[in-house]
């Protein structure tokens, strides 16, 4: 990995290039062609992570779990991994990559949970292969969740989560938590960690959708 210099570029209009040199500097950050596959096995991965700091906050309650938030932009996930170093925290990473890479970035049945966190909702119809729980992208999470694993899924859009749920059923997998305003529900608290987003949308008095689902048996 080339060695880049914050102080480079402090200038405002190359300010995206500034927080890309702090991610390309951490020790925690990483190029999808820098990472490793053969890592250990992954406790929560983090799928359009933005800026990482739910899977940090995540983190930092659960020490002994290992954590990757994956986003394709290292401007965004520079701001998690300053917060995950400023906490001291060493079970997380952050990595570029896109949810496309996935089989390539991880080994199969791998990881333990795998989160989606409010993604884009892309609410016109041709674009419906680009959403993040597109059959395309649940054959991949199957792939990539271990037998005793599940998905997670947060979004404040009805829409995309009801297809969503259609979507899931239709691909056999198994709805085990349902909400329809997590943060008024008695599910586990772990589940109502917010997100930069999430935040937002709670205080403008928007709901927050939620689902816990298992993997399909083979």
């Not at 250990?40 to 940090?56: H, Q």
């Not at 952050?94 to 989160?115: G, M, N, T």
């Not at 993040?132 to 995309?160: Q, S």
Request: glycine share 4%; with cysteine; net charge positive.
């Amino acid at each position: 990995m080339s060695f880049m210099n914050p102080k480079d570029f402090i200038i405002t209009r190359k300010r995206k290039l500034y927080k890309f040199a702090l991610f390309n500097n951490s020790s925690i950050c990483f190029e999808f062609n820098d990472w490793n596959p053969e890592r250990t096995e992954v406790d929560n991965l983090e799928i359009g992570a933005g800026t990482g700091l739910f899977s940090e906050c995540l983190a930092l309650k659960n020490p002994n779990k290992k954590f990757v938030a994956i986003d394709v932009k290292a401007d965004r996930l520079v701001k998690g991994a300053q917060q995950a170093e400023s906490d001291q925290l060493r079970n997380i990473r952050f990595l570029r990559a896109r949810a496309d890479q996935l089989l390539e970035a991880f080994a199969p049945h791998s990881i333990k949970y795998i989160w989606i966190t409010f993604p884009d909702p892309y609410p016109k119809k041709r674009n419906a292969g680009r959403r993040l729980t597109h059959p395309t992208f649940l054959k991949i999470y199957k792939e990539l969740l271990r037998e005793d694993g599940a998905l997670y899924f947060k979004t404040d859009a009805k829409e995309l989560f009801d297809w969503s749920l259609e979507q899931m059923v239709a691909e056999g997998w198994r709805i085990q938590r349902l909400s329809f305003d997590l943060h008024e529900s008695d599910l586990n608290e772990n589940y109502k960690v917010m997100t930069t987003y999430e935040r937002r949308f709670v205080s403008e008095g928007l709901k927050i959708n939620f689902v816990k689902a298992l993997p399909p048996k083979n």
